[in-house]
């Protein structure tokens, strides 16, 4: 299989060197990923020129976006693309984050174009260390093991978090199939005059029954298999939405 491999926090970052560890035994790797972190860039793509470097034989850094890495890579192989990968994202990617994230958009990008992908991110509560990095790499390859060899009935992505216990279990967690979880982020900002900074406590979300936050957060792999427009099924209000299952 050929995989491309992209990120949000740029081509350098630990967690996309973790990943590709991951998948070098499952598949031939080509990593297309943004020159420098662009964490939260949501779908945004670039309409001005950029440049694309070309790092290594199947390594490339791209002054744009995850989405723009997509399109990039897809481009370079023509095509010839299994599945698009995109992680380990330095922090959770879990409910309504798909919409601002750019760890995401990545993979919805590939599926729009009609290929398959895992967006891959790592919760923490900490910093995450090198420990941790190298535990992610057993966490992640026993993720995407497992989900490769479940039948996809229609095009979509895995938005998969892996959890954050102590750095010194080496217990691998197990996988929880969940649905994202629709509650909204903690609403708090620091403020100085007009300038505001956004202090939500991603810690203090909401934990909705059956969501991928509640896995997550109690030491559970979250997997979410998630169509190119996602529908969060679990919103606090319940509103009714003619049409939809």
């Not at 900490?126 to 535990?135: C, F």
């Amino acid at each position: 299989m050929r995989f491309l491999l992209t990120n949000d926090d740029g081509v350098n970052a630990p967690g996309i060197a973790a990943l590709s560890t991951a998948l070098e035994e499952l598949g031939e790797v080509y990593t297309v990923a943004p020159a420098t972190g662009v964490s939260g860039c949501g779908h945004s793509a670039t309409e001005a020129d950029f440049r694309v470097f070309q790092l290594g034989p199947q390594r490339y850094a791209v002054e744009g976006t995850p989405a723009d890495c997509t399109r990039v890579g897809l481009h370079l192989l023509r095509g010839e693309v299994d599945w698009v990968f995109s992680g380990i994202n330095d922090g959770g990617n879990l409910g309504v984050d798909v919409y601002h994230s750019g760890t995401v958009a990545a993979v919805r990008e590939a599926v729009l174009r009609g290929v398959p992908g895992f967006a891959l991110s790592h919760y923490r509560d900490r910093v995450l260390t090198e420990k941790d990095w190298a535990r992610a790499i057993r966490w992640a390859k026993f993720a995407v093991k497992e989900l490769l060899a479940r039948p996809q009935e229609q095009p979509g992505y895995w938005n998969v978090n892996l959890p954050c216990p102590p750095e010194s279990s080496s217990t691998t967690p197990e996988i929880a199939f969940c649905h994202l979880d629709g509650a909204a982020l903690p609403l708090q900002y620091l403020v100085d005059g007009n300038v505001y900074r956004y202090h939500g406590r991603y810690t203090l979300r909401d934990r909705n029954p059956g969501g991928d936050v509640e896995a997550c957060f109690s030491g559970k792999i979250a997997a979410s298999f998630v169509l190119p427009v996602e529908r969060c099924l679990d919103f606090k209000t319940n509103i009714a939405r003619k049409g939809i299952d």
